[in-house]
């Protein structure tokens, strides 16, 4: 399995600071095999940032998309806005689209439908709180996620990648021991095994949650962690083309 090491840059960076980053990250990473590596940066920086990665080893990727291919969703993108724009991946999912902006199971779900429909590779994040963490529900919650993200498209996860990241470590410096980590990425196995009924060889898990370049190393060494989703240490090209190398070393 190939790993991949996804950037989230969230709501960073204009166009002109996307270009000066990829100026500098892309050479870096040019001679590189054997990784799959993708930046996902803000929606207006999606059109020169695919035109930048045209010809590079670097995918790019979307922070989110509508279900809809067109209508009356103002402020929306849809999945063949992204498809024209070369866009490889949807971040979909993620904590902060579910605790910040309230959206639901049954909604990201049709969007994960959708994403799979339009060639589109997603990436479902899933991940408890710190309040469901110490009721020991943990595990509970991931399921339900997983198993409300997937439904309808079981069949297709070799086209899907999840990311687990628990929501009090994210953006917060706090990270999930290496110990912590595998336990949950060990059940997320177990269970897209179970669901895709053993056609997951394919199906990447993601660990995310303040990683870094210093912490990278050590999480990447865990049997069922499969790369990563970087938040702010990917916003330093310099930073991320270490945690690349860091994975790439395992």
């Known amino acids: 399995m190939t790993y991949l090491v996804a950037a989230n840059w969230k709501m960073n960076k204009t166009v002109g600071e996307t270009l000066e980053y990829l100026e500098i990250f892309l050479p870096s990473v040019e001679d590189l095999t ?4 993708m930046i996902a940066p803000p929606f207006t920086a999606l059109a020169s940032a695919s035109l930048k990665l045209e010809k590079s080893n670097v995918k790019l990727g979307a922070q989110n998309m509508h279900f809809a291919e067109k209508g009356a969703f103002t402020g929306e993108i849809s999945p063949v806005m992204l498809t024209e724009l070369d866009v490889n991946y949807v971040i979909l999912g993620h904590s902060e689209r579910r605790h910040i ?8 779900n049709q969007k994960m439908i959708s994403a799979v429909e339009h060639g589109i590779r997603p990436i479902l994040c899933v991940g408890e709180t710190l309040e469901e963490r110490e009721l020991g529900k943990t595990l509970n919650v991931v399921e339900n996620q997983i198993r409300s993200g997937l439904a309808g498209i ?3 996860l070799v086209y899907i990648d999840i990311a687990y990241e628990p929501v009090w470590a994210i953006g917060t410096g706090k990270t999930a021991t ?3 980590a595998q336990e949950v990425h060990r059940f997320i196995r177990s269970l897209i095994n179970e669901i895709s009924k053993g056609n997951d060889e ?4 993601l660990y995310g949650g303040s990683v870094n370049e210093t ?3 050590n999480l990447i060494k865990e049997d069922n962690i499969d790369g990563f ?8 090209p310099k930073k991320f ?6 994975v790439m070393e395992v």
């Open 34 to 37: 054997n990784i799959d590596i």
């Open 101 to 108: 902006f309230g959206e639901k199971d049954k909604l990201i």
């Open 154 to 156: 079981e069949k297709d």
């Open 178 to 180: 290496p110990e912590q």
């Open 202 to 205: 394919k199906t990447r898990i």
């Open 215 to 217: 912490n990278a190393r």
């Open 229 to 236: 989703l970087v938040g702010t240490a990917s916003l330093d």
């Open 241 to 246: 083309y270490k945690i690349v190398t860091e």
